[in-house]
């Protein structure tokens, strides 16, 4: 099985950036589209940013102009710059991909364990 493991979040002031990481490991043959869910608490988990093996990008409004999304095909792993953070932000963030296996297989939708991102003065 593969599995996907966030890094990088932690307490930022608003106005501050922060730079999220996601790496997925274990048997992996290809993945398809990958990218970033948040959930705020008491509000479901949401979109936030996700991109296609090739490279098209689909962001959320709240994200655009603020955030950025970036893959390492190479090393399966993704990104999120998040700079302009807003008390709002906060969330703990989700990384998500659509992986397949196997050669030949099915491909499945795996998520990480998520990282907390808090913005507050």
């Known amino acids: 099985h593969a599995q996907l493991v966030e890094a990088g979040g932690g307490l930022v002031q608003p106005g501050g950036s922060l730079k999220l990481s996601c790496a997925a490991s274990?048997?992996?043959?290809?993945?398809?589209?990958i990218g970033w869910y948040r959930q705020a608490p008491g509000k479901e988990r949401e979109l936030v940013a996700q991109?296609?093996?090739?490279?098209?990008?689909d962001y959320a409004d709240p994200a655009k102009g603020r955030l950025t999304i970036a893959r390492d095909n190479d090393k399966n792993k993704v990104y999120l710059q998040m700079n302009s953070l807003k008390p709002g932000d906060t969330a703990v963030y989700y990384c998500?991909?659509?992986?397949?296996?196997?050669?030949?297989?099915?491909?499945?939708?795996?998520w990480g364990k998520g990282t907390l991102v808090t913005v507050s003065s």
């Open positions: 991109m296609s093996p090739g490279g098209t990008t």
């Open positions: 998500t991909a659509l992986i397949l296996p196997n050669f030949g297989g099915d491909y499945y939708t795996y």
């Open positions: 274990g048997t992996i043959f290809s993945i398809c589209n």
